[in-house]
């Protein structure tokens, strides 16, 4: 015997091995709450008042169909109407049914289960049906409650009725009407059950027909015949109070089967805005149909295929779409809100779809709306389309993500997908401000989103530099494999040195450029592609502790802003040497897999696995990491920090054991930023996310023209004119563009401070590397044209950085000017040829400043 344990003994830790790998992975595929830890959908029927609810002050009336939900928006200003649907939604030849049914729903719930994602609507799956309820909680809000699902109306009939009861209120019924209330319901009595074919639901349904004879209402009455017994019991004197006994009878009910969802809307008026609320903490839904995303006001605003006018989409700084613009075999416009969350898995990467800040908005004859998206804004993407590809109709709309998800992939050997969600709803809030104006311009409507931001408080005594800003990325060191004793060996290689840093900082400053702020990049542990901050490493190669406080004092004795650069939510080249284990410090998707990240290959645009990964970090990790870098640049007596993700990346991690949500993330991240604040540090952060805004002191790399997708008509500088005055900007790098000019002209155009960047070495060294994308860079063949082009351009612009822009117009297809508060108008011609014009001549590829007078 132990000689056959002996032969069975390695197949026993085999068999142990795979089962103990099951475990670990197949049970998160089913863990999560079941039925019982989910509180049922509650079913909703309106039969009250038909009289329209009011909401009304002195700018705008809103006014609610009781009946169906639909709403408008009167703008008393300009006379605008806004619907909450087309008027015309029902009639739409160009529609499609389930399209029709669309246009009149207010809400769309998304559901995914093994079949799929599945849409349904509130028009076809509430509101025909009356499966809501409303309530005027004061003269300035109104709330509607839906119960979104196949959901059977409640009738006032009796389901089961004692045969004395129901002979009484026959006979008080017509003869015509008898017959037709006996062919709907059938007679159950005590001793002839057996004959019943459903008998064991019936006892279940209605146990005392063990006892006494019952009317049973027929299983496969109509909602139609339903509605006529109704009124035929009523005529035979059948109350609330009757029905009430009678129901007295039933033990269980069959229920509604399938899917069903309670979704809240609240609406208030709040100064001159409407407000629309969905608060996440009332979605209720069942086990089987998670809900995974949420469309609101789907076509709020939607305008018709005779209408002139435009809807604004947060590309770039901002972009129009006009009404009805014959872009059909364009794809529609679709954006994520603070670009992709990568908790989520992604075999393909065409086209990076971000939007710094949440608005959208839409033109009405001469007034207009912008949507302020305020609550849940990371879990948004932004849709709009034209009117004649799915209907007539314009529109522009938000959607939401509530539960996350991911498919898991169970195994090699079938197609088979599992898909796996996130433990419970958010604790979050969508919020819609709707801000109407008696302008249908684009500047007005920046001006107004600037207007905005003002009054949320976070901007008081903001005020940009006088002088435009300059931005100067320096890159410290890379990494880059070389030969050492014949053997290929990783190394840090340095491309600016802090002795080189400090050169260049002389050179810009003896030439009298303003407002510097210059970003040191690869200064420490391991170089660009920065390994983990469980400590901060200053690199010897770039010349140590040393060389970092020569480079220090010198900017200060120069008043040149100093930020180090530092990356906390990705490990790159990172392992237990570095005190990172991707089994406990990567963040995991939703299948409970770690978020392991692989370049993407610019032929195929799938993942790349032949490179090594990086792995997105846990928020509690990468927090302690921002903590460790703000520490030890104040402990170096620095005075500003980098930071290369906050504010521009936002990533959740939905390990099942502590969940963080991409909002909570927002929270820590804008901790980050008050932290770095309070312990003396000025912040530069890039791209600019909106949450970030407020709490830095430069924002760099601003996307100024974002992806010119088909379907756009202009780009607008919708951004750059809120913000301007407010904070200091800059575009992308000019060293690092593809048209140098037309990066730089843009950023005229936009009055935007200029980014550089440098590396003090030859950019040869970067051969055999994956850092070509500095090669650009080389400072000493771009000092002698750049220096003198960014010191003309601060004089140029002198005055106006802090002035508020009030106007921008295209004056020709490639020409544009924007106008400033005192009057000074900057010409921008990005045409070979020159543009003359109303005496005002300006060069091809240049720019004109005509100062106000």
Not at 467 to 485: Q, R
Request: glycine letters at 8%; hydrophobic letters at 35%; a negative charge.
């Amino acid at each position: 015997m132990n000689k056959t344990l002996k032969r069975l003994l390695p197949w026993i830790i085999v068999l142990a091995a795979i089962a103990a790998l099951v475990l670990f992975v197949f049970v998160p595929i089913y863990s999560g709450k079941d039925d019982d830890g989910l509180i049922e959908p509650e079913i909703f029927f309106y039969e009250g008042e038909t009289k329209p609810l009011v909401m009304e002050n002195d700018r705008i009336r809103f006014e609610m169909d009781r009946k169906t939900t639909h709403f408008t928006v009167t703008d008393k200003t300009t006379g605008s109407v806004y619907y909450s649907n087309p008027k015309d939604a029902a009639k739409d030849s160009k529609a499609i049914q389930s399209n029709r049914n669309l246009m009149q729903a207010t809400l769309v719930v998304t559901y995914t289960n093994s079949a799929g994602s599945i849409d349904m609507d509130n028009f076809v799956y509430s509101i025909q049906n009356s499966n809501f309820q409303i309530e005027q909680v004061s003269e300035n809000e109104i709330s509607v409650e839906y119960a979104i699902g196949k959901i059977e109306r409640e009738y006032m009939i009796p389901s089961a009725i004692t045969k004395e009861r129901y002979d009484y209120f026959r006979g008080n019924m017509k003869k015509s009407t008898q017959k037709k209330v006996a062919s709907n319901y059938s007679l159950y009595e005590p001793d002839k059950l057996d004959k019943k074919e459903n008998k064991d639901e019936v006892i279940a349904l209605y146990p005392s027909v063990l006892e006494q004879p019952l009317y049973i209402l027929n299983a496969g009455t109509t909602a139609t015949n339903k509605e006529k017994l109704e009124g035929y019991f009523e005529e035979g004197g059948y109350n609330a109070d009757e029905y009430a006994e009678d129901m007295k009878l039933v033990a269980g009910k069959r229920g509604t089967t399938g899917p069903v969802f309670n979704v809240t809307m609240n609406f208030r008026l709040q100064d001159n805005d409407l407000v629309m609320e969905v608060p996440y903490s009332e979605i209720r839904y069942r086990a089987d149909y998670p809900i995974t995303s949420l469309t609101v006001l789907p076509m709020f605003g939607a305008t018709d295929d005779k209408t002139d006018g435009f809807i604004l989409v947060p590309e770039g700084g901002g972009a129009i779409i006009r009404y009805n613009n014959g872009k059909l075999r364009q794809n529609a416009y679709y954006s994520n809100v603070y670009g992709w969350n990568y908790s989520t898995y992604r075999a393909e990467l065409v086209n990076e779809t971000r939007s710094n800040f949440p608005v959208f908005g839409m033109t009405a004859g001469d007034g207009s709306f912008l949507c302020l998206m305020e609550g849940a804004t990371s879990y948004a993407s932004i849709q709009a389309d034209i009117s004649m590809r799915n209907n007539s109709y314009n529109w522009a709309r938000a959607k939401y993500a509530v539960l996350h998800f991911d498919q898991y992939n169970v195994s090699t050997k079938t197609t088979s997908l599992v898909y796996m969600y996130e433990d419970e709803i958010p604790d979050d809030t969508i919020i819609h401000r709707y801000r109407f104006l008696d302008s249908a311009n684009y500047v007005d409507m920046a001006n107004a989103y600037g207007d905005y931001l003002k009054e949320t408080g976070l901007y008081e005594n903001s005020t940009a530099s006088e002088h435009t800003p300059i931005s100067v990325e320096l890159v410290g060191a890379i990494n880059k494999t070389v030969v050492k004793a014949g053997l290929p060996v990783d190394s840090v290689v340095a491309t600016t040195t802090f002795d080189q840093a400090r050169q260049i900082l002389a050179d810009m400053d003896g030439i009298g450029l303003e407002n510097l702020n210059i970003r040191m990049s690869g200064w420490a542990n391991g170089g660009i592609n920065q390994q983990v901050l469980t400590g901060v490493h200053i690199l010897n190669e770039l010349g140590g502790k040393d060389g970092m406080g020569r480079l220090i004092a010198d900017a200060k004795e120069k008043g040149i802003a100093l930020y180090f650069d530092g990356i906390s939510c990705f490990a790159y080249d990172s392992g237990m040497a570095e005190g990172f284990m991707p089994i406990r410090d990567a963040a995991r998707l939703a299948t409970n897999e770690q978020a392991k990240i692989y370049p993407y290959d610019q032929i195929t645009f799938r993942s790349d696995d032949f490179y090594d990964p990086f792995y997105l970090v846990r928020p509690e990790f990468a927090k302690r990491s921002t903590d460790n870098l703000i520490a030890a640049l104040v402990k170096e007596q620095a005075e500003g920090v980098a930071f290369r993700d906050i504010g521009y990346l936002l990533s959740g991690d939905y390990n099942p054991k502590d969940t963080v949500t991409r909002e909570e993330v927002k929270a820590l991240n804008v901790q980050s930023m008050l932290d770095a604040k309070a312990a003396g540090q000025k912040v530069m952060i890039k791209a600019g996310n909106d949450y970030a805004l407020p709490y830095a002191d430069i924002i760099t790399d601003v996307d100024l023209t974002g992806t010119k997708y088909a379907i756009l008509d202009q780009q607008v500088p919708f951004w750059q004119i809120a913000v301007h005055g407010m904070k200091d900007y800059t575009g992308k790098p000019l060293t690092l563009a593809g048209d140098m000019v037309g990066e730089f002209l843009k950023c005229v155009e936009t009055g935007s401070g200029l980014n550089l960047t440098f590396m003090y070495e030859d950019t040869k060294i970067l051969q055999d590397t994956r850092h070509t994308t500095f090669f650009g860079s080389y400072y000493a063949s771009n000092k002698e044209k750049l220096l003198p082009m960014a010191l003309q351009y601060q004089k140029d612009m002198a005055g106006l950085n802090q002035q508020q822009i009030i106007s921008h117009e295209q004056l020709a297809e490639d020409v544009v000017v924007t106008g400033y508060e005192d009057g000074t108008k900057v010409y921008v011609n990005y045409a070979v040829d020159a543009y003359e014009k109303d005496g005002v001549t300006v060069n091809g590829r240049s720019y004109y400043v005509e100062r106000g007078k």
